[in-house]
């Protein structure tokens, strides 16, 4: 299976994923990084593109045998959905333990990242001498234990921190100097921590240079099909396209207002489109509704056509009088894809 769909018929909006896609951004992101074992960061249902097609594959025709997801429950469905395929695959739980969960990490046999003194003698208390990562907070101060907590997390007895990690909070704009800042940061803290495979980057970090590579790469949104840095870079092909169907064109004259307290008003003749998209499938419900600059476009008849009038629930109207041809009704149109790029 290639290339399926998250859901399908009827009016409902489809996205489609194309798995060798995924893969050909895996082998490419991790060839940036030779000496490095590239992970694969499959939090939120793999970035919404399915958990279990998406890791599959990556173990399939990819290699991975590394995962990182961000709460147990997901760990737990990723080592059940992967049983007969890489039953070893080691599974980090990014987001680390809590009381109520460790059940669950044993059951799964889930390797929790601890993020704070607290968490590693939670761990500790409960699983000493078990494999853990350790994630020291580089700069980004999000989770991660601060620099000056490390020592003492290093020296719980029973600690036995196999992955030692940090992430990069600039990793989006490489020429920022708090990239470099951070990275020396690493080092200097890594250097305490023993045996402990090293890790730094995720899928931005990964491209930013040798020096960030270390031990292993955690690769998420990169495998996905979107450019850790904005512009696009050529290791990232597109992986997911989101169409949605035309269910009524029409043409209002000049003065026209659309959709709920009419924030559009047509300065000429209009050709409108209105698609079976909405809020309710995630479509920003804040997007601009005048049409003018910052509009969302979205690809109807091959052009670029702007989103206007207030976001629906369910629908979303759509300028199409620059569109070539026709627009009718069973017309699909494309809100991200290959032909957005
Ligand atoms: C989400 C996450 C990743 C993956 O980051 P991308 O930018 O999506 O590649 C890696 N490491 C940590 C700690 C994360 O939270």
Redesign the pocket.
């Known amino acids: 299976m290639d290339v399926y769909q998250q859901y399908e018929g009827g009016y409902r909006p489809t996205v489609t994923i194309d798995l060798g896609r995924l893969v050909g951004n895996f082998r490419r992101l991790a060839a940036r990084q030779p000496s490095a074992e590239a992970a694969a ?1 499959v ?1 939120c249902d793999a ?1 919404g593109l399915g958990l279990l097609p998406c890791a599959r594959a990556l173990v399939e025709r990819g290699g991975c045998q590394t995962f ?1 997801v ?1 709460h147990p429950e997901e760990g737990a469905r990723l080592r059940d959905g992967l049983a007969d395929l890489a039953p070893e695959a080691e599974i980090f739980v ?1 987001n680390g333990p809590t009381l109520a969960s460790l059940p669950v990490f044993r059951a799964a046999r889930l390797t929790p ?1 601890v993020n704070s003194l607290r968490q590693a003698r939670l761990w500790t208390d409960h699983h000493a001498g078990e494999p853990c990562g350790l ?1 020291a907070d580089v700069g980004i101060h ?3 234990v601060p620099a000056d907590e490390i020592d003492a997390a290093l020296a719980l007895p029973g600690l036995n921190a196999t992955l030692f ?1 940090g ?1 990069l909070s600039c ?2 704009t490489p020429d920022d100097p708090t990239n470099d800042q951070e990275l020396e940061r690493f080092r200097m803290l890594a250097d305490r921590a023993g045996k402990a495979r090293l ?1 730094l ?6 491209l930013i240079g040798d020096a960030f590579g270390f031990d292993l790469i ?7 099909g ?1 450019s ?1 840095f904005g512009e696009e870079v050529k290791e990232v092909k597109p992986v997911a396209t989101l169409t949605a169907e035309v269910l009524q064109a029409q043409t209002v004259p000049a003065g026209g207002r659309v959709g709920y307290s009419g924030l559009f008003e047509a300065k000429r003749p209009t050709r409108l489109a209105t698609l079976a998209l909405g809020y309710g499938d995630g479509f920003p419900r804040a997007a601009p509704a005048d049409g003018g600059a910052g509009s969302v476009n979205v690809v109807v008849g091959g052009a670029a056509c702007p989103v206007v009038g207030c976001v629906s629930m369910d629908l979303v109207t759509v300028d199409v009088t620059e569109a070539p041809g026709d627009v009718a009704p069973g017309d699909q149109a494309e809100v991200f894809g290959d032909r957005m790029r």
């Open positions: 960061v939090k970035y990182f961000a990014l990242v994630h999000r989770l991660g990690m992430h990793a989006g890790s980057v995720s899928s931005g970090g990964a955690r690769l998420g949104v990169g495998l996905y979107v850790p």
